[in-house]
């Protein structure tokens, strides 16, 4: 149980393209899911949290305008990186956490380049 | 004081060895401790985890060691084996909020 998926696994973009990554928790309710970014050989940084039906909540140095997030369902999370340019390139997890529990599930993640 | 500082960065074990990560903290908020295994290309999965009020916990070949008076917690990874090369994360945080996560272990099991 607790399987967090991601999609797509990997994607590569033109310069200025928007880009959306989908996450969903298949055999629970998430009611909140984190979005996080990963550079090479380094630790995971999140970059927002959003819990079901309200906005999410950025970390600080995070533009909120760029990454749009959405979390319409109780299993779906969307993170939108708009007009992607090269030093948005990155790896992108997301997790989830049931309701109530401290547990966070991550998914495999999505490799995102910008030509 | 919310960091939470995890070494080594790297280590090398002769398989059949034992794997000892260490992370310590500040917050004294923390009551969550998870540890993470992430291959490469892949998301972390979670390996174990523990709460302040027991003072270790063993699941299979792996233990976490709690020591809430000196803010410390470790991964004993029994038995390392090559199939444990991976990176590990150690993570903390207070019940119900983001995790905090150590900067990564990179461990390697030789033969």
């Known amino acids: 149980g607790a399987v967090v998926s991601q999609h797509p696994s990997r994607v590569i973009c033109k310069s200025g393209t928007s880009v959306k990554i989908e996450c969903r928790s298949l055999?629970?309710?998430?009611?909140?899911m984190f979005w996080y970014r990963q550079f090479p050989k380094q630790s995971l940084m999140l970059m927002a949290t959003?819990?079901?039906?309200?906005?999410?909540?950025?970390e600080q140095g995070v533009e909120k305008d760029k990454f749009l997030i959405n979390h319409a369902s109780l299993t779906l999370s969307t993170l939108t990186v708009t007009s992607a340019h090269p030093e948005d390139s990155s790896f992108y997890i997301c997790?989830?956490?049931?309701?109530?529990?401290?547990?966070?599930?991550f998914g495999p993640g999505t490799r995102l380049t910008v030509l | 004081q919310q960091q939470v500082k995890q070494s080594p960065q790297s280590l090398i074990v002769q398989k059949g060895g034992i794997s000892i990560i260490n992370c310590a903290y500040e917050n004294t908020a923390f009551d969550y401790f998870p540890w993470y295994q992430q291959f490469p290309g892949k998301g972390p999965a979670l390996l174990i985890a523990i709460r302040p009020d027991v003072s270790e916990k063993k699941e299979g070949r792996f233990t976490i060691s709690f020591n809430k008076s000196a803010k410390q917690f470790s991964l004993h990874i029994m038995d390392s084996q090559p199939g444990d090369s991976a990176t590990y994360f150690c993570?903390?945080?207070?019940?119900?909020?983001?995790?905090?996560f150590g900067k990564g272990t990179r461990l390697s099991v030789i033969a």
């Open positions: 997790s989830a956490s049931p309701k109530g529990s401290d547990t966070q599930y």
């Open positions: 959003s819990n079901e039906g309200s906005k999410a909540t950025y």
């Open positions: 055999d629970f309710q998430a009611t909140t």
């Open positions: 993570a903390a945080s207070p019940s119900l909020t983001p995790l905090v």
